[in-house]
């Protein structure tokens, strides 16, 4: 299962690819530049409400997870 984090660097990585940066990604997801830096750096952590900006300017929505119907694993 991918995390949050994860899916969020990958978007980003995609973005960049496609020609965007992350001052442009910060302005058109309304995230602060400085904030989303830090991040992308590894300097700080984000707080929910910039994680469900991002999420929503790359269309990412959360969903609960599948009920496991079959015996444990392991």
Not at 41 to 63: C, D, I, P, Q, Y
Not at 66 to 73: F, I
Request: aromatic share 6%; net charge positive.
């Amino acid at each position: 299962m991918q995390t949050i984090e994860s899916a969020l660097t990958s978007a980003i990585d995609k973005a960049c690819e496609a020609g965007w940066n992350l001052n442009q990604i910060a302005l058109a997801s309304g995230v602060p530049q400085p904030t989303l830096q830090n991040w992308w750096t590894g300097a700080r952590s984000l707080h929910l409400v910039n994680v469900e900006r991002l999420a929503a300017h790359f269309g990412m929505k959360l969903s609960k997870p599948r009920k496991n119907t079959g015996a444990p694993k392991g």
